[in-house]
């Protein structure tokens, strides 16, 4: 079995967890029109063996996010069941940032997930996302699309 078994669209939500797929694939494709970079969401409702930080980069590398153009990949990714979230962004954008950048981001989402809903803290976080990298990676006038705007879970 490949790796790639692991990682599937999200479209069947497990019952009890209310997230919003389209409205986060929307918001993706809006934060986008603002910057080269491109940013990707996944969640999972198991329990990680390994440290978020190490599962979400392995879903980093799974969803090939470290062959962009100009290593400019920017994951969301969640543990729905155990509360946790990662935020993580290749070296282009990184290098940039840094992971101050990354906390404030992943701060600002966990306060509006309380505040309102896990899809709106995630939307939040993309916007936040997308202006910050609209900084450093203008959009060219091509401006492909090269992840898929697609929420997945695996």
Same mark, same amino acid.
């Given at each position: 079995?490949?790796?790639?078994?692991?990682?599937?669209?999200?479209?069947?939500?497990?019952?009890?967890i209310?997230?919003? +797929?389209?409205?986060i694939?929307?918001?993706?494709?809006?934060a986008?029109? %603002?910057?080269?970079a491109?940013?990707?969401?996944?969640?999972t409702?198991?329990?990680?063996?390994?440290?978020?930080?190490?599962?979400a980069?392995?879903?980093?590398?799974? *969803? %090939?996010?470290?062959?962009?153009?100009?290593?400019?990949? +920017? *994951?969301?990714?969640?543990r *729905?069941?155990?509360?946790?979230?990662?935020?993580?962004?290749?070296?282009?954008?990184?290098?940039?940032v840094?992971?101050?950048?990354w906390?404030?981001?992943k701060?600002?989402v966990?306060?509006?997930?309380?505040?309102s @809903?896990?899809?709106k803290?995630?939307?939040? %976080?993309i916007s936040? $996302? %997308?202006?910050? $990298?609209g900084?450093?990676?203008p959009?060219?006038?091509?401006?492909?699309?090269?992840?898929s @705007?697609? +929420?997945?879970?695996?």
């Amino acid at each position: 079995m490949s790796i790639w078994a692991r990682i599937f669209s999200a479209h069947r939500i497990p019952s009890g967890i209310n997230l919003d +797929v389209k409205a986060i694939s929307n918001a993706i494709a809006l934060a986008e029109e %603002g910057t080269s970079a491109e940013i990707r969401v996944h969640y999972t409702i198991c329990k990680g063996k390994l440290d978020i930080l190490e599962d979400a980069k392995k879903v980093f590398n799974q *969803l %090939g996010m470290q062959n962009t153009k100009n290593r400019n990949a +920017v *994951l969301i990714y969640l543990r *729905l069941n155990q509360k946790q979230i990662s935020i993580i962004g290749d070296s282009g954008i990184h290098t940039h940032v840094g992971d101050d950048f990354w906390n404030a981001v992943k701060d600002e989402v966990i306060e509006t997930i309380k505040s309102s @809903n896990l899809t709106k803290g995630i939307e939040k %976080g993309i916007s936040i $996302l %997308g202006n910050q $990298l609209g900084k450093h990676f203008p959009p060219s006038e091509e401006n492909p699309n090269e992840l898929s @705007n697609e +929420v997945t879970f695996g």
